[in-house]
C-alpha cells in the first residue's frame, strides 16, 4: 500500500520565480494538508484542502495557493519566491470521518532552495 | 494563542542511559496530541496520538504520557537505532478541521 508520494524531491529555484509542487494521498485518504518545515524548525500549517476546498489555511501569504484533484491528489503553488521560503515542503493526507480526530500519513517533503 | 514547546532542543545519550523528552502545551481545547519521529530529510512518521489526561501509550521502548499541561516521552534502555528527532504537536478543537500545531522538536543522539 502506496504512502503519501510527493514529487520533485528536490527543487532549485530563483528568487521571483513560481513553482508548484505535487502530492498523490495515500490509498483511502481524502485530506490533504501542507505544511512548511524550515531548517531547525517544527512543521508551519499552510492550508488544508477537503473535497477539491481549501477549508482552513495558516499565517501565511496569498502567493501560496493550492488545488485539489478530483482523484484527491493536490498542488501546492508558490509564486514570486523568496529566500525565506527555502525549506522542506510536506504534504500529509487523513481521511475524513466527520470528527477530525486523529493526525496524518505525511509524505518524504520536497526539499526548495531558492537562490 | 495556541503554542507547543519542547525541551530540551538536543539530548546526547548513551546507550542504554533512560531519559525523558517534554513537551509543554497551551490550547484551547485539546483534540489530541500527537508524537511523531522525524529522520534527516524524511518525513514524520507516526508514533502516538493521546486524547485525554492520565492516558498512556507504549510502543517499543518508548512510552507516551499526558497531562493537562504536558506530555511525556519516555524513552527506555534506548538504542542508536533511536537517535531521530522527536516531534510532539497538539490538534485544537476547530469544528471540523484538524490542523496540527508542532513544536521545534528534541534531536536525540544516542551513541553505542
Known amino acids: 500500500d502506496a504512502g503519501v508520494t510527493q514529487s520533485p524531491t528536490h527543487l532549485i529555484k530563483t528568487r521571483g520565480q513560481q513553482v508548484t509542487l505535487r502530492c498523490s494521498p495515500k490509498?483511502?485518504?481524502?485530506?490533504v494538508s501542507w505544511y512548511q518545515q524550515a531548517l531547525g524548525q517544527g512543521p508551519q500549517f499552510i492550508f488544508q484542502y477537503y473535497e477539491e476546498e481549501e477549508r482552513q489555511r495558516g499565517n501565511f501569504p496569498d502567493r501560496f495557493s493550492g488545488h485539489q484533484f478530483p482523484n484527491y491528489s493536490s498542488e501546492l503553488n508558490v509564486n514570486a519566491l523568496l529566500l525565506g521560503d527555502s525549506a522542506l515542503y510536506l504534504c500529509a493526507s487523513s481521511f475524513y470521518d466527520g470528527t477530525a480526530r486523529g493526525g496524518y500519513t505525511f509524505g518524504s517533503g520536497t526539499r526548495l532552495t531558492v537562490v | 494563542e495556541d503554542q507547543v514547546t519542547q525541551s530540551p532542543e538536543a539530548l546526547r545519550l548513551q546507550e542504554g542511559e533512560s531519559s525523558s523528552l517534554n513537551c509543554s502545551y497551551t490550547?484551547?481545547?485539546?483534540?489530541?496530541l500527537f508524537w511523531y519521529r522525524q529522520d534527516p530529510g524524511k518525513g514524520p512518521e507516526f508514533l502516538f496520538t493521546l486524547y485525554s489526561a492520565g492516558e498512556e501509550k507504549e510502543k517499543e521502548r518508548l512510552k507516551a504520557t499526558l497531562t493537562k499541561k504536558e506530555s511525556f516521552l519516555h524513552i527506555t534502555a534506548p538504542k542508536p537505532e533511536d537517535s531521530a528527532t522527536y516531534l510532539c504537536a497538539v490538534q485544537p478543537y476547530r469544528g471540523g478541521y484538524n490542523k496540527l500545531i508542532f513544536g521545534a522538536g528534541t534531536r536525540l543522539a544516542v551513541h553505542p
Open positions: 490509498s483511502g485518504h481524502d485530506t
Open positions: 490550547v484551547s481545547g485539546l483534540r489530541g
